[in-house]
């Protein structure tokens, strides 16, 4: 019986200390896990959109057209193509810090909804 006794206290302790920890993990180590990964999930998002190449190739002829007809609709094309990814990593860029400020605002939340089910005397 004192095994047992033993392993309760130990298991209550450590769910005990789980609950109070978990706000502090939430914001920092937890804050920092999930910067880290909206700055990956951003980098990642802008290797696929690949506008830095798009930038760099701007003024060189598409598909081996050298005339001024072909530079002036590549140059075009190229900026069109600059614009609209740009936007896309925008709107992703918002997206993420959104999601951001949800992770900071859940426990906030929470504890907002577990005070209205308090009943007032």
Request: proline share 4%; glycine share 8%; net charge positive.
């Amino acid at each position: 019986m004192g095994t047992f006794l033993q392993t309760l206290r130990t298991v209550l302790l450590d769910v005990v200390a789980d609950f109070f920890y978990t706000p502090v993990w939430w914001y920092t180590r937890g804050l920092l896990k999930q910067m880290r990964a909206v700055s990956g999930s951003l980098a990642a998002r802008q290797d696929a959109l690949g506008i830095s190449v798009w930038i760099k190739n701007i003024s060189k002829p598409m598909y081996g057209q050298y005339d001024i007809a072909g530079r002036i609709i590549s140059f075009f094309m190229r900026l069109a193509q600059i614009i609209g990814r740009s936007i896309v990593l925008i709107i992703w860029a918002g997206l993420l810090l959104i999601w951001l400020m949800i992770w900071v605002l859940i426990p906030v939340g929470i504890v907002y909804l577990i005070w209205l089910q308090i009943p007032s005397p």
